[in-house]
């Protein structure tokens, strides 16, 4: 079949496991969509996938971005992630840590310059970009096919607004798989080092390091130059297509403890849009989350200056469950938690006093 797209699988094939995944995933692709295929790998060995797609290619010149510029976060333009939780009581939300989480944005914004500038090389006209842990659930597939068929600047799934902490004129989208024309990146260009990545936040005006926020600012940047024909999907993938799987394999740069150290201590929101000075600073969170496939025994201890016990619990959370408690913070506190799970036993001990409690990563905004 002539066409004017390519489908572009992405991924650092580092190991056999991503390897046999992305290897499923093209005789998917190859038996169930009429295109010719591309896989651009970020890690020197094939593999022998080489001889599976049609074009092959390997770019291993990455970098791992660092923390923001300090004007950045003087001026709070940096636009810092972070993951949450709704629950019955309000929502909890959890700042990441400026370093070790998404320090790899710059290559895969990077793959979506690679991608395009190849395929425009190679005679193409239209992208269509999987990530290569990619399992489609075929009948879902079929009814994507459709869109990969018609789209033609560009083709979003997910597109929404995430979290109350981020600005309001920033949308996110999955990327998971997307679709793009080879010109919708023109006038960017690969960033290779600190300095060019944060000078591309500054050029879309998005100063953070999530790609599934980068790409969507990005495009509207390019809308205010010209007019672009897009197609855009609301609500998160996995809604869409709930039999389709994901990130199949756990990417390295994921933040695994972000809901360790069980219960959480947070800063208590009155409500949503409560400034710091609103914010109640003579009581403190307790938010207790299991989100393992497996219990959790949780032994909570807290103490007052004076070393008297305030504050005990003892429990085992099942998989998927909550607890939230409040205690009050007239004074300096000691918590102590013992986490036990999958038979092994973690302690972690934190002081709060009512000085730093803004200074929490954490926040629990009341319903």
Known sequence: ??????????????????????????????????????????????????????????????FMVGQPPQNFLDNNWYERPYVFIDTDAGTIENLLPLTGFQDHVANMYNSFILTSETARNLGFKRVFKVEADTLFDVSELQEIAIDIEQFQDYLLYGERQEGEWTNASYGIADVHIIGYSVNLFDGFELVKNDT????????IGYYGKWIEYIIPTLINFQETKSTLKGTKYPGGIRSKYPNTKFDLINSPGGWTQKWENIPIPCRIVPFLEATDEENITNKIALFYWNDKDTELEIDSQIFNSNKELIYSKN?????????????????????????????????????????????????????
């Open 1 to 62: 079949m002539n066409s004017d797209l390519v489908i572009f699988i992405d991924g650092y094939l580092a190991d056999k496991e991503r390897a046999d995944a992305c290897s499923v995933l093209i005789d998917q692709l190859k038996k169930n969509l009429p295109y010719k295929i591309a896989l651009l790998n970020k890690y020197p060995f094939s593999w022998g996938l080489d001889h599976k797609v049609d074009y092959y290619f390997h770019h291993g010149e990455g």
């Open 315 to 367: 429990l085992t959370l099942h998989p998927g469950c909550w607890k939230y408690d409040e205690i009050d913070l007239d004074t300096e506190i000691e918590i102590t938690n013992i986490n036990t799970q999958n038979h092994i036993t973690k302690t972690t001990t934190t002081r709060i006093t009512p000085e730093n409690l803004l200074d929490l990563n954490t926040r629990f905004i009341r319903k």
């Open 196 to 203: 060019e990545f944060w000078e591309l936040g500054s050029k």
